[in-house]
């Protein structure tokens, strides 16, 4: 039976869909059996990001909604054998979803696969809701900024009140994502520092991935980083937190990006 994991915040811009793409493809890479379903029905971007928009036949409202089945809506990634997604839809709203239809479709997909994980889409409306309805754990991904942290909180309750588990008086296990993290502007005041953020929040931190360009690269070539550049500071942290959500205890630190000599040399000689 599979693990139900949700990505989720309250900001919009955070993360989310392109952490979805990177902690999934870790995961496969681990030999697990993952799949990503994309919630933001509307906007659908998880295809981009996994480089599986050409690809799309059938999606999530297809399969929640019975007009075919879920084997026919995924789509396996060409890459890593064990890794899947489900796309959502573009041309409907939200309101396509219904509890019902995603409750089955679930159901389906934890016999299926080791891992499921939900990329949610911002806020705390129905599709949000939906999303996490059903996790067994949760990834928030924050930004160290104030709005950012203020939403994660709102989401937070959400997840310990509305949630099955909830319904049940059971926790749903929740981590914390610091994303695009940059130490030196933490330092001089210019965004919160980790310590800030886990105070505020009080929910276990998983990784920090740093501010990087390989991030943005990744996505516009529709691959993960974690595949694109396993090595890069950012691809690290993932796969830290991978190893962390498997039950690893590996101490936490701020990843930064490898330097060679002439880097080195060069940045003595103009400091």
Not at 37 to 50: E, H, I, K, Y
Not at 116 to 125: F, L, N, Q, R
Not at 185 to 209: F, H, K, N, Q, Y
């Amino acid at each position: 039976m599979a693990k139900v994991l949700v990505v989720t915040s309250g900001k919009g811009g955070v993360g989310k869909t392109t952490s979805t793409a990177a902690l999934g493809a870790a995961l496969a890479q681990t030999g697990k059996n993952v799949v990503v379903v994309d919630f933001d029905v509307g906007l659908r971007n998880l295809d981009l990001v996994m480089g599986a928009e050409r690809r799309v036949v059938f999606d999530l409202i297809n399969v929640v909604q019975g007009d075919a089945k879920l084997a026919q809506a995924l789509i396996r990634d060409k890459r890593v054998e064990t890794l899947s997604i489900l796309p959502a839809s573009q041309t409907r709203d939200k309101d396509a979803l219904t509890p019902e239809g995603v409750a089955r479709v679930m159901d389906e997909l934890r016999e299926k696969f080791d891992w499921v994980i939900c990329d949610s889409p911002a806020g705390i409306e129905r599709g949000a809701q939906l999303a996490m309805y059903h996790a067994d754990q949760a990834v928030v991904v924050t930004n160290p900024e104030v709005s950012s942290v203020r939403d994660s909180d709102r989401i937070i309750g959400m997840l310990d009140s509305t949630t099955e588990r909830a319904k049940r008086g059971e926790k749903v296990d929740k981590h914390l994502l610091l994303t695009r993290y940059d130490p030196a502007r933490a330092a001089r005041g210019e965004m919160l520092r980790t310590e800030d953020v886990l105070e505020i929040l009080s929910i276990p931190l998983l990784g920090i991935v740093p501010e990087s360009e390989e991030v943005l690269r990744a996505s516009n070539l529709g691959t993960p980083v974690t595949l694109s550049n396993p090595t890069s500071a950012p691809a690290r942290a993932y796969f830290e937190a991978v190893r962390r959500l498997e039950g690893e205890k590996l101490d936490i630190s701020v990843p930064t990006e490898r330097k060679g000599l002439f880097d080195w040399l060069f940045k003595r000689s103009v400091a």
